[in-house]
C-alpha cells in the first residue's frame, strides 16, 4: 500500500486523483500541464539523520531517501538496489558526487560540491543514469510477456540548453524499446556539449538543432506533451526535469554533502546553487523540507535573472530576451521546476493547505501568465519563499573574474580550476560570506559542470596565467576524442512544433525500433 508520499498530484490539479510513481515518471507531466509532485513530504528524523543517514554511503543513503517516495508495491527493496547500485556504478568517483573541502582555505568554510563524475561531466548525470535505468525497468516489467507488435514503446523527447541533451542520450543510449529525441538551440550550447550529443552512434538516438532559444524548444517539448493525440500514438515519455523522478534523484547529494561538510553532526549550512530550470535547488528544498537542518538555500542566476527578480518583487514575469552569457545552460526565462515550488507555497500560506485549492491558485497563476506574460503573489508567499531561499544575480564579468580568482587563492587543492556556471555559484557564495561574517557555517557550493565543457568561458579567464594550458590541466582525454568523432545531427529551421513533431516521425521509422 502505497503512502501519501508515494503518491503523487499535478501542481495544476483540482481533483483528488493521484498517480503512481511509475504512472507520474511514464507520464512526465500531467495532463492539465501540471507538475507531478507528492502532497506530502516524508519527515525524517533528527536521530536517523545523525545516527543512521551520516555514516551511509551515497548509493545507500540514496536508496533510503528514493524507499520514501516509491513505494514497495511498485520497486521491491532489492530491484530498487540493483537500480541505485548500476545507475552510479558508471561514475569515476567512488564517492558519486566527492566533496572538495576548505578549497579557499580554512577561514571561509567554502566546500565544493563536484556534482560532475558521471559519463558526460555533468550533474544531470547524477539524475539520468538513474532515470534511464528506470525507463528501463518499467518497459521491460511491461513487454515482458508481450508478443513485439504490443510492446509498449517510449519516444523520448527533451529540450536542453546543453547538459541534459547529452546526460540523457548517456542514459538511454541502446536502451531496448526506448527512443530519444533532443532538441537544442542552434548556436547555443559549447562545441563540446554539440559533439557529446551528436557523436552518438546508438540508433535510438536523435538529436535536433532548432533555430531558437532554449526556451522555444522547452516550450515546443511541453506543447508536444500537451498533443493527446501524438502523445497517444507514440507514448511521449520526458527527461527534462518537469519529470519527477529527476528531482528525486538529486535529493541524496543534499544529505551526503552536508553530512561531509559538517563531519555527520547537526551544524549551520547553506547551500549555493546555480540555477536556471530550478530543478537542482528544488531538490535541496525538498531535502530541507524532510528535515534535513539547512540555514538558506541560495538560488545564484546569470543575467538571465527571473528567479531572483521573483524573490525581490513577487512577479514573475515572461520576456522575450534572454540574454547570451558564459553560463549558456543557465540562460533561461521560464523555470519549469518554480511551479512545484509555488504549490507548496500556495498550499502553506493561501490555501490552508488544502491540496486541491492549491491546484487551483497555480492553475490560475500560470493561466495569467499565458495570457498577460506576467502574475504577482501576494507578500506573504514572497516570505514564505525568503525563509527557505536567498538569491543573488551574477554577471558576465564576476563569473570570468571568479574563476580567475579561484584558481590564483584555493589552497586545497591549488589551482582549482572552475567551469563557469559553477562559478556564478561561487561568486554568489563569496558575497555572502562576506555579508553573513559568520565562520561557523558551511558554505556547500554545487558545482554543476566539469570546466572542460565551457573553453571559451575557462580560457578568457586563465589565458592570462603562465603554465596555464587548457588541454593539459583541463580537457579530459575521453572529451578530447571527440572532436574526431563523425557527427549526426538534424537542423530544424524554426522553433515550431509542427516542424519538429514531423521530423520526429520521420526519424522514428528510420529507427524501425
Ligand atoms: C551546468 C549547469 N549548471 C546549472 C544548471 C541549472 O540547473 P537547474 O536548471 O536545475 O536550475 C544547468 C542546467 O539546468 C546546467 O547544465
Ligand atoms: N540547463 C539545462 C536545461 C534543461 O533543464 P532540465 O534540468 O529541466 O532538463 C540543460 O542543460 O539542458
Known sequence: MASSSQVYRSTRSSSKDTKSFEEAVIQGLASDGGLFIPPVIPQVS????????SKLSFQELAFEIMRLYISSSEISDSELKVLVENSYSTF??????PLAKNITGNKENLHVLELFHGPTYAFKDVALQFVGNLFEFFLQRHNSNLPESEKKK??????????TGSAAIYGLRGKKDVSVFILYPTGRISPIQE????TVEDKNVQTLSVKGTFDNCQDIVKAIFGDKEFNERHNVGAVNSINWARILAQITYYFYSYFKATGGVEGKVKFVVPSGNFGDILAGY?????GLPVEKLVIATNENDILDRFLKTGYYERSDKVAATLSPAMDILISSNFERLLWFLAREYEANNDDIKAGSIVNNWFQQLREQGKFQVDNKIIDGA?????SERVSNEETTKTIAEIYER?????????DPHTSVGICAAERIIAKDKDNTIHYISLSTAHPAKFADAVNESLGKFSGYSFEKDVLPLEL???STLPKRLKFVERADVELVKASIEEELTKMKL
Open 46 to 53: 533528527k536521530d536517523t539523520l545523525f545516527n543512521k543517514w
Open 92 to 97: 569515476r568517483s567512488s564517492e558519486v558526487t
Open 154 to 163: 517510449l519516444t523520448v523527447v527533451g529540450a536542453t540548453s546543453g547538459d
Open 195 to 198: 559533439e557529446q550529443m551528436t
Open 286 to 290: 525538498f531535502a530541507k523540507q524532510m
Open 386 to 390: 525568503r525563509k527557505d531561499f536567498d
Open 410 to 418: 584555493s589552497t586545497n587543492p591549488s589551482k582549482y580550476i572552475i
Open 480 to 482: 578530447k576524442k571527440l
